[in-house]
């Protein structure tokens, strides 16, 4: 098993930034991708982007150049550094981890973006 707990949401002024951090712990291999997803109120969760052990990212276009995915393999931890913040970038955002075909799923932490 695998836990995450994840912190760093908040409240925001659309143009402000928010940094995510999300720490694994328990039966943890070398090979492993994390990433962050997030579900605005009435719509389906969704990628906002993932990186992998080896350190290749990927990005939802809506966030491209404004947020950045990171990983600390010795604290087996992940960042979403989150700029120029939108309105629409509203919502809960959930920490995955995959391993070995297996997803894990932090409880969530809310990023709200208004004036």
């Known amino acids: 098993q695998v836990q995450l707990v994840e912190s760093g949401g908040g409240l925001v002024q659309p143009g402000g930034s928010l940094r995510l951090s999300c720490a694994a712990s328990g039966s943890i291999f070398s090979i492993y991708a994390m990433g962050w997803y997030r579900q605005a109120p009435g719509k389906q969760r969704e990628l906002v982007a993932t990186?992998?052990?080896?350190?290749?990212?990927n990005y939802a276009d809506s966030v491209k150049g404004r947020f950045t995915i990171s990983r600390d393999n010795t604290k087996n931890t992940v960042y979403l550094q989150m700029n120029s913040l939108k309105p629409e970038d509203t919502a809960v955002y959930y920490c995955n981890f995959k391993q070995l075909g297996t997803n894990y799923w932090g409880q969530g932490t809310q990023v709200t973006v208004s004036s």
């Open positions: 990186v992998t052990s080896g350190g290749s990212t």
